[in-house]
């Protein structure tokens, strides 16, 4: 009689909701505008996802007409410091 190991659960995925859609990237200083129809956040891991590809991270700080805020609400256009490019009308989702 031979021991098998536990079969493995697969990890499970984080669920995702959809809070905005970027609008703008500005690559010399790798910031990303959004246009939210969530609210948002600081401290929240979001992921941006488009046709070029998918980046994931935290969101450190944000800002509205270069002042300091700690969410964003629907309707308002705000600006994310972002590790990677990203593109007009890719969109950006809170994981849960």
């Known amino acids: 009689m ?5 079969a493995k659960t697969p ?5 995702k909701k959809q809070v905005g859609t970027v609008t703008r990237f500005f690559d010399k200083i ?13 401290g929240n891991k979001i992921t941006i996802e488009g046709p ?3 980046l994931e991270q935290v969101v450190d700080s944000m800002q509205i007409d270069r002042k300091q805020i700690q969410q964003g609400t629907p309707g308002q256009e705000i600006a994310i410091k972002v590790t990677k490019a990203v ?4 969109k950006v989702f ?3």
């Open 87 to 90: 593109h007009e009308n890719d």
């Open 11 to 15: 990890a499970k995925a984080p669920k």
């Open 2 to 6: 031979s021991a098998r190991a536990p």
């Open 52 to 54: 070029a590809g998918s």
């Open 30 to 42: 790798s910031v990303a505008a959004i246009k939210l129809e969530q609210p948002l956040p600081v």
């Open 94 to 96: 809170v994981l849960e």
